[in-house]
C-alpha cells in the first residue's frame, strides 16, 4: 500500500466518522421541539394528584414528582396529555400516576410521585393504659403528616371522649379506631327499650338484651311480652333500633 494510499483512507475514515457523528446529531437538533417535555409530563402527574386529593382534609399539600431521565423522548403529543392511578396500587406517601397520549403516536409512561398531607391529628399526652376512659386531658392536637396513616386517625376530640382504651398507648402517639372502643351502653342481662319504626309510627316494648353492646353495634335482644328473639342497633340514648 503506498503512502498516498494510507493517506487517501484516513481521510476516508474520518469522513465516515463524521457523517455518523452527524446522524446521530441531526434528529435530536432537528426534531427538538418534536418531543414531549420532560415538565409537561411531570406537571400533569403533579396536577392529576392534586386533583384526586382535593377531597382529603388538609391544611397544606406538597406534591413531588420523581425526575424522569431527561434522555427520554416521546413524541410531542397532539392534545392534552391523559392521566390515571394504576387500580393496583395503595394510597400513601408514595404513589405512581399514568401519563399517556394518543396521536400522532401513541405511548405512556407511569411518573412516581411522592405526596405529603399535613392536618392537625389527635395525639396521646400520656400512656394510656387497657381500659382507661379518653377525656380531654389525655390528648393534643399535632399537625402530622397522613399520607402514612393507612390505619386512620382523628381529627375531632368529640368523636373519641368517653371511648375506652384497648391496649397500651404510649405518649405522643398518634390515635387510630384499632386503639379503641365505644363505651358499652347496654350489657348482657339487662333490660332494655325496643323500638321500632313503622311508617310514621314509634312502637317500643321492653326486652332483654343477649349481649353487650356498644352505640352502632347489632345485638340480639328478647321480646319480654312475646318471647321472640330478634337482632337490633343500639342507639346513643341506649335503646335497640329493630328494623320492620
Known sequence: MTVKDKVKGEIMKKVATFFVVFLMVLP???????????????????????????????????ITAVQIDPRLHLRQCQHKLQTFSPTYQRKGRQTTVGVSCNLPKAWKIYVPVQVLLKTPVLVTSRQLNPGDIITEDDINTQQQSVS???????????????????????????????????????????MITISARLGGINISAQGKALMDGASGDTIRVKNTTSGKIIEGRVEKNGTVLINI
Not at 164 to 184: C, D, E, F, N, W
Request: charged fraction near 20%; charge should be positive.
Open 28 to 62: 435530536s437538533t432537528i426534531n427538538a421541539g418534536e418531543y414531549q417535555s420532560i415538565e409537561s409530563i411531570t406537571s400533569a402527574a403533579r396536577v392529576h394528584v392534586k386533583t384526586q386529593t382535593r377531597l382529603m382534609p388538609y391544611q397544606s399539600l406538597e
Open 148 to 190: 402514612h396513616l393507612n390505619y386512620g386517625y382523628y381529627d375531632r376530640a368529640h368523636k373519641i371522649l368517653g371511648q375506652h382504651v384497648k391496649r397500651m398507648i404510649s405518649a405522643g402517639t398518634v390515635l387510630t379506631p384499632q386503639m379503641l372502643k365505644a363505651a358499652q351502653l347496654i350489657k348482657r342481662g339487662q
